[in-house]
Nanobody
Framework: QVQLVESGGGLVQPGGSLRLSCAASGSIFRITTMGWYRQAPEKQRELVATITSNGTTNYADAVKGRFTISRDNAKNTVYLQMNSLKPEDTAVYYC???????????????WGQGTQATVSS
């Protein structure tokens, strides 16, 4: 069984920063792409950023220049540094990882439970 556990959400004023973490644990053979998605109230879940196992990153236009995704492969952990936060960044942030649990099994996508980030004065 694989688990993704997020941490680091909270309440911050506009212009402030938050750092999210997501640790994968369990029966893991290999993790390829890891990423962050978010879902605001009454909106669909959307991509925030992704990072491959060799460090190639991809960002949504709305967060480019403000958010930075990184990962520690030794710890099976992905991070999201969020700077210059805006009220429209308020959402539940979900961690996502494409994981193979054994060589004989195909990889599949796993999700964390989500962590709330609220940007408000």
């Amino acid at each position: 069984q694989v688990q993704l556990v997020e941490s680091g959400g909270g309440l911050v004023q506009p212009g402030g920063s938050l750092r999210l973490s997501c640790a994968a644990s369990g029966s893991i053979f290999r993790i390829t792409t890891m990423g962050w998605y978010r879902q605001a109230p009454e909106k669909q879940r959307e991509l925030v950023a992704t990072i491959t196992s060799n460090g190639t990153t991809n960002y949504a236009d709305a967060v480019k220049g403000r958010f930075t995704i990184s990962r520690d492969n030794a710890k099976n952990t992905v991070y999201l540094q969020m700077n210059s936060l805006k009220p429209e960044d308020t959402a539940v942030y979900y961690c996502n990882a494409y994981i193979r649990t054994a060589l004989i099994f195909p990889p599949r996508t796993y999700w964390g439970q989500g962590t709330q980030a609220t940007v408000s004065s």
